[in-house]
């Protein structure tokens, strides 16, 4: 059998319905990892989807409970030979707020429907769809070469939407299950709908909390106005102070090394396009001097995602007492995590803001993320690239590192691997929002691509070009 014999099959599992079969009973678990009371949902997703699915492949399972209490990991291995190389792929079962009444679009989060290209479904795009393509090319290749032709790990685990909370200690308290010679995964969007992506990285992440509380209530502002501080201006200067007017960095340890010729060179041909629906780049906003690609895959930004003072929904003529807002850095290799937020405090503090407080935030927003990244001339990194670019027929997207952030540095740091994402989604996917969805042009390609990649991986081993 051939490699174009396995990448039909795949295309057909895609055209024929039995991928939407299968993501269909993968949406309809309610994975809200968020809920405590979700945590059966969770241990339900493994166990009667993962497990039976990998075990069908002829991989063993191991399931680990989260010594922090959050969702369980597991582990699936297929072990063909001592010799062979071993790759280590991951997936998230979890996904965020189901959000159910704010659904416009097919039949609400936990029932996949399709309109047009469209799949929509809680979890689609974040990652069910992504990790279910991925297990479907090993077991496309399976069906057609009768082996992989290299050993194979596969992660789901159920608390990514949490910060991957307990991963970290269940990897590092059983390192040799993990152990691998690669790690080749899915999650994020494509730089375009259209153009199959291959991500080197991952942006890490810090929230926090700015607060200015200076009385125990509020007070009239024709009596007070003048004469008593408004804790909402005082904070309004110091979220100023922080970037520019057009979102530019003005914390100076926030500020990245300059982006090396390498990175610009890799970045150069790439053009960030959401597709139909996603929103319009702002050309004039963040950091000067820099196109678009060179901000989100090679840049920090900061963004306030939460402002609150006085009472937003009745306002009263009163000066608030407090005044608050939940704060994000997304930030690249080069940044010291842990003085993330000590720069900020030295910050405010020479700028006069000695009543802001800078302070963690509450538990259901808590979770930090490393930046990682694998470099670009890493050995595994041209292999992949040469069975994406003879699937394709073209070049794939090159990119530092994603957007967003997920737990790269599990298996850069802790398991010493490098570490390469091919993203199926795309960039106006809605994720984390009502409305979440795939599109089916995606899936196909991704279907082909990744079937195309385990058979190249397992070709040299075999003796086959084909």
């Known amino acids: 059998m051939s490699r174009e014999a396995a990448l039909a099959a795949a295309e057909s599992w895609i055209s024929d319905g039995r991928f939407f079969d299968e993501l269909a009973r993968r949406v309809a678990v309610r994975t809200e990892s968020q809920k405590p009371e979700s945590l059966t949902e969770l241990h339900r997703y493994l166990d009667t989807e993962m497990q039976p699915a990998f075990e069908a492949m002829g991989f063993t399972c191991t399931k680990y409970e989260n010594p922090l209490g959050f969702g369980p990991v597991l582990l699936a291995t297929r072990h063909e030979g001592d010799a062979l190389p071993t790759v280590l792929g991951y997936g ?19 029932i996949l429907s399709r309109d047009g290209e469209r799949l929509y479904g809680r979890g689609t795009a974040d990652n069910k769809a992504q990790h279910t393509i991925n297990m479907a090319a090993l077991r496309q290749v399976i069906a057609t070469r009768g082996a992989l032709g290299f050993n194979a790990k596969f992660i789901i685990e159920t608390g990514e939407e949490t910060g991957s909370r307990g991963l970290h200690e269940v990897i590092a308290a059983n390192r040799d299950d993990f152990a691998a010679d690669v790690f080749i995964a ?18 890490g992440a810090v929230n926090f909390d700015l607060l200015v509380d200076l009385r125990a209530g509020g007070h009239h502002s024709g009596n007070w106005g003048g004469l008593i501080a408004n804790p909402a201006i005082i904070l309004s200067h110091a979220l100023a102070s922080i970037t520019g007017p057009e979102g530019s960095i003005r914390v100076p340890e926030w500020r990245p090394p300059a982006i090396d010729a390498v990175t610009r060179a890799a970045l150069a041909d790439i053009e960030i396009d959401a597709g139909a629906g996603g929103p319009t780049i702002d050309r004039d906003w963040g950091e000067p001097g820099m196109t678009p690609p060179e901000r989100v895959y090679a840049w920090n930004s900061f963004e306030v995602l939460a402002f609150r003072t006085g009472n937003p929904d009745r306002p009263v003529n009163a000066i608030p007492p407090r005044a608050w807002a939940h704060c994000q850095l997304r930030f690249v290799t080069g940044i010291d995590p842990d003085d993330i937020v000590p720069a ?86 809605s994720q984390h929002a009502p409305d979440e969805h795939v599109l089916m042009p995606c899936m196909t390609s991704a279907a082909r691509i990744m079937t195309g990649l385990y058979w190249d991986l397992g070709a040299a081993q075999d003796g086959a070009a084909h």
């Open 92 to 110: 998230h079962g979890d996904v965020i707020r189901g959000l159910e009444d704010q659904w416009s679009k097919g039949e609400g989060p936990w």
């Open 186 to 203: 899915s999650d994020g969007p494509r730089v375009k709908p259209d153009r199959p992506t291959l991500t080197l990285g991952a942006r």
């Open 344 to 429: 900020l405090q030295r910050h405010l503090a020479r700028g006069g803001f000695g009543k802001v407080q800078v302070l963690p935030p509450d538990e259901k927003n808590a979770g930090a993320f490393i930046a990682t990244r694998t470099r670009p001339d890493d050995p595994w990194v041209k292999r992949i690239h040469a069975s994406m670019e003879r699937t394709i027929e073209a070049a794939p997207a090159v990119i530092p590192s994603l957007g967003g952030s997920i737990c790269n540095e599990l298996f850069t740091d802790l398991l010493g691997l490098p570490a390469i994402w091919i993203p199926h989604s795309y960039a106006a996917c």
